[in-house]
């Protein structure tokens, strides 16, 4: 059965379960859905997943939303090990993981930043400030919270884990917001160790903006 995935090359959460799908050398098909058009606010899409939200996920005979629990299902039926296995280990890069995206993600997502920008006034640069002032505060916070970990090279590890496919997406944001991270050498070393994994680096939206 074809694995296929509705997703956008810019969406984070899209960025996530593609770099997921490639961990697990799962071939998969893509259906672009473009948020910038408003797809995602079609008929077709609803009915995929009435939060017109991207990603979707079929599998396995499965139409799966949320992308925390499209990682959580590949990990447990492809054997991912994205989490330590100890329990005090794993709720610790469970909340590196929720850090960016529970928190950082949901008030730089497009239909929020977009309510910031009309409630501006459509002011220059509104929503470049305003994604400044959630994203860097945020990874900030995340950079700390890396230091009860070793990154050898990965956020806990030596394998790369859920914590690094949610900070991927959100160093892209970053970087596309011009957000200053240049005194974070935590993140900036797992930025390094993850774009040179194949996994991560095929999921890269450069990789799969469509043409
Ligand atoms: N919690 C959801 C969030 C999904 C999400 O926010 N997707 C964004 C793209 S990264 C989206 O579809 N945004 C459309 C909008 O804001 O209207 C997940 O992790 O899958």
């Known amino acids: 059965m074809d694995t296929?995935?509705?997703?956008?090359?810019?969406?984070?959460?899209?960025?996530?379960?593609?770099?997921a799908l490639n961990l697990a050398g799962i071939p998969y098909?893509?259906?672009?859905?473009?948020?910038?058009?408003?797809?995602?606010?079609?008929?077709?899409?609803?009915d995929r997943n009435p939060q017109g939200f991207v990603p979707v996920l079929d599998i396995d005979g499965l139409r799966l939303t949320q992308s925390l629990a499209i990682l959580d299902y590949l990990d447990n039926t492809r054997g991912l090990n994205l989490l330590p296995a100890e329990p005090g280990g794993r709720a610790r890069a469970m909340a590196l993981a929720h850090a960016i995206a529970v928190?950082?993600?949901?008030?730089c997502n497009l239909s929020v930043a977009a309510e910031a920008d009309k409630m501006s006034?459509?002011?220059?640069?509104?929503?470049?400030?305003?994604?400044?002032?959630?994203?860097?505060?945020?990874?900030?916070a995340f950079e700390t919270?890396?230091?009860?970990f070793d990154q050898?090279?990965?956020?806990?590890?030596?394998?790369?884990g859920l914590a690094d496919i949610c900070l991927m997406?959100?160093?892209?944001?970053?970087?596309?917001?011009?957000?200053?991270?240049s005194d974070l050498p935590r993140c900036l070393a797992v930025e390094t160790a993850c774009a040179a994994h194949p996994?991560?680096?095929?999921?890269?939206?450069?990789?799969t903006k469509p043409a």
Request: aromatic share 10%.
């Open 4 to 19: 296929v995935l509705y997703d956008y090359w810019r969406s984070s959460a899209s960025y996530r379960v593609r770099i």
């Open 29 to 46: 098909r893509s259906v672009p859905v473009d948020l910038v058009k408003g797809d995602h606010k079609g008929a077709d899409h609803l």
């Open 103 to 107: 928190d950082i993600h949901p008030v």
């Open 121 to 140: 006034g459509g002011r220059d640069g509104a929503r470049q400030a305003w994604m400044q002032r959630f994203i860097r505060p945020g990874l900030i």
């Open 145 to 148: 919270l890396l230091a009860r």
């Open 152 to 160: 050898a090279p990965y956020c806990c590890g030596d394998t790369p």
């Open 169 to 181: 997406p959100q160093l892209y944001n970053a970087h596309r917001w011009e957000v200053d991270i």
């Open 199 to 207: 996994a991560f680096a095929a999921a890269h939206p450069d990789q």
